[in-house]
């Protein structure tokens, strides 16, 4: 990454707080409270924009995810870092994925909605934070061992930008199928007419934000796993201060803008069960670092020709279906009827993938 300013300890925190400005205009045009970008829930509208679930309060194709990954393809190819790989335990990426957006529906949001929670004042939002560390941090006690899935593989030009592709055919759906007011399903897609999905910033800034962010973070490596991982292995600032930079201006901006609301109960798309929110992001967190990378880090790493990271991806979209399926997402009246099985079960799924994977020389 020579020449690049965005690499550097400055421009991690540029990127921070550009990402931190853009989630809460996003939020100011029309996204839920607290929920400018969240990897985990908007992968849930999509899969229920598709049909996996039929909870009609979150179904919707945001184009926020999709203006992650292209823009973070149009990153790759212009500073040339567009490498197709892949071939690193794709099954076990996948069942990672699916453990994860399961753990973090457990507490209603990915590592960036924990952090636009807390720049909302949400009091809740701390034990999903510390649950996340804790869960990273075991992760780190695996890497100290030797944990690895293995090295990926060089791959074809196709076999890199297939997961782009298919970010560009959700993309052509949502053209040719747009929502029409009031109407739960539009041809093949559904709707939310009620409820979180239902609430979005109009499709120009949804996408075109989000395209400057996956550019910006493809371009820093911006991943609040590897910012906790890095922190707790190498006590190395660097990504951390980007993390940092993201809260500063999203709180700021809430305050300025009269959105800030501190406390724990009556927040927006969140429950005040602090067990459970902490043991879900423990899980979601774990899941992450033995990923790899956070939910953003995953997709950023797939529009590069990451193919292991489409992967887990793609395994997040079919976690969250399950989540509503199996009646383990949570709401904002508390975590679901199978919530804690789903947690205790994930974690348990995580270990063992941790410890089959332990390498010694």
Known sequence: MKNNFFATTPGIVVVGAIIGLLAIL????????????????????ISGALG???????????????????????????SRE?????????????????????????????PWRT?????????????????L???????????????SLGRSEKQSTMAGAIFPLL???????????????????????????????????????SLGFAVIIGFLAQRSRFCTMGALRDLFLFRYWHLFLGILALFVVAFGLNAAFGTLKLGFAGQPVAHTDSLWNFGGMVTAGLAFALAGGCPGRQLFMAG??????????????VGAALAHNLGTASSGAGIGTYGIHATVIGFIICLAIGFAHIKRA
């Open 52 to 78: 996996l679930h039929r909870a009609a309060i979150v179904q919707y194709l945001r184009p926020e995810i999709m203006g992650l990954v292209l823009g973070s393809l149009i990153a790759s190819i212009v």
């Open 115 to 131: 952090i636009l929670r807390l720049a909302g004042g949400d009091g809740n939002a701390l034990f999903g934070f510390a649950g």
């Open 133 to 147: 560390a804790v869960g990273i941090f075991i992760g780190t006690l695996f890497f100290r061992k030797g944990y």
């Open 167 to 205: 970010i560009f055919g959700l993309l052509l759906l949502y053209v040719l199928f747009p929502q029409v007011q009031g109407q739960p399903q539009s041809g093949p897609l559904f709707y939310s007419v009620k409820g979180p999905g239902s609430m979005h910033a109009p499709f120009g800034a």
């Open 304 to 317: 590069e020709g990451d193919s292991d990271a489409g992967i887990f991806a793609i395994g997040m979209l």
């Open 26 to 45: 996003l939020q100011k045009f029309g996204n839920p409270a607290n929920m400018g970008i969240c990897v985990a829930c908007f992968e849930r509208d």
């Open 82 to 110: 567009f490498k197709p790989r892949g071939g690193s335990a794709p099954l076990v990426r996948f069942l990672l994925g699916i453990v994860a957006a399961m753990g973090a529906l457990v507490f209603l949001g990915c």
